[in-house]
């Protein structure tokens, strides 16, 4: 079609392309979720299951989209990042949120088929995803974005986890156990768990209360850039044999943990 009278409406295409040098971050979210939890019969506070389901299909946004070197997920969402270089889309806003949504769907549907062969999916209620992307300009704000993810995550899960037990063992019905919990303290959700029903929050599993961290091994495959056909394949091949490792550690504190993952990324 070059060069037909219909090619000017290319140029109604925006530029989004995003800015250099920054760390771009996309975010997935599961659309109505809370609904969808209930129609597949999710074990509550955590479906152990359905978190499996969403390190999978973040496992397959890794290894099929390049240039992400790490991930984070809880709930029913997973944030990824790209190398702050990464020419991928020439950096597209459009381009990498719908190809990470995409695959990212692609991969949890097929994950589900795996993972819960007798609960099969039904064609009108199907796992869907919205995704943004946001810039973070340097290493700090980096950080901080995961910090607020991973606080998010340790503040619901402590009142899921207080809300289900006062449901659950406690015989209190979702309205009264809702009431019982308005204006309480983190110290106040702990103390309820322990004394009123013998359960130390802090032994809970660390994927709920932490979330899962997702990252190479070693990222010995970084894109190259303007790669030749023998450059393409060796890396495609690298990214399919290397290993993703599941982490479900503080990365709000722990600074080893980003010296680690940020001298791999330079
Ligand atoms: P939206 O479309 O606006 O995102 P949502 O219903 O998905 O709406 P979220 O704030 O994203 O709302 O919350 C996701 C909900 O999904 C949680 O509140 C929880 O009820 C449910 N959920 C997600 N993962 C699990 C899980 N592994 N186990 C149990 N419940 C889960
Ligand atoms: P990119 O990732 O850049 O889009 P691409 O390989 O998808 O690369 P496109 O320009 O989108 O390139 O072209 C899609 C190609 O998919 C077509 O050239 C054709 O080879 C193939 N294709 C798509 N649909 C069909 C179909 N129904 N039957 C046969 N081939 C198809
Ligand atoms: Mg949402
Ligand atoms: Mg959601
Ligand atoms: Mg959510
Ligand atoms: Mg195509």
Request: net charge neutral; charged share 25%; with cysteine.
């Amino acid at each position: 079609m070059a060069n037909s009278k219909f090619e000017y409406v290319k140029l109604y295409e925006s530029d989004d392309r995003l800015l250099p040098r920054t760390y771009i971050v996309i975010r997935v979210d599961g659309r109505g979720f809370h609904q969808f939890s209930k129609k597949y019969d999710f074990e509550k506070p955590n479906d152990l299951n359905a978190l499996n389901c969403m390190n999978k299909a973040a496992e397959g946004v890794m290894r099929n989209v390049q240039d992400v070197f790490l991930a984070y997920g809880q709930s029913d969402e997973y944030s990824f990042v790209f190398l702050k270089d990464t020419n991928l889309f020439e950096r597209r806003a459009s381009k990498l949120m719908s190809t990470v949504v995409s695959t990212f769907t692609a991969n949890y549907i097929y994950a589900w088929s795996q993972l819960f062969p007798n609960n099969p999916l039904d064609g009108n209620f199907l796992p869907t995803f919205d995704s943004r992307a946001v810039m973070y300009p340097d290493v700090q704000s980096l950080k901080d974005y995961f910090s607020w993810r991973q606080a998010d995550c340790h503040i619901n899960n402590l009142y899921n986890t207080t809300f289900w037990t006062l449901v659950q063992k406690g015989q209190l019905t979702p309205h009264d156990a809702q009431t019982k919990l308005i204006g309480t303290l983190s110290a106040d959700k702990n103390e309820i768990l322990f004394t009123d029903f013998g359960i130390n929050y802090n032994n809970e599993p660390e994927m709920f209360k932490k979330g899962s961290i997702l990252r190479w091994e070693k990222l010995d495959h970084k894109y190259p850039k303007n790669p030749t056909k023998r450059q393409l394949d060796k890396y495609r091949k690298s990214v399919r044999d290397a290993k993703i490792n599941i982490l479900h550690c503080d990365i709000i504190k722990d600074e080893q943990f980003w010296n680690d993952v940020l001298a791999e990324e330079d």
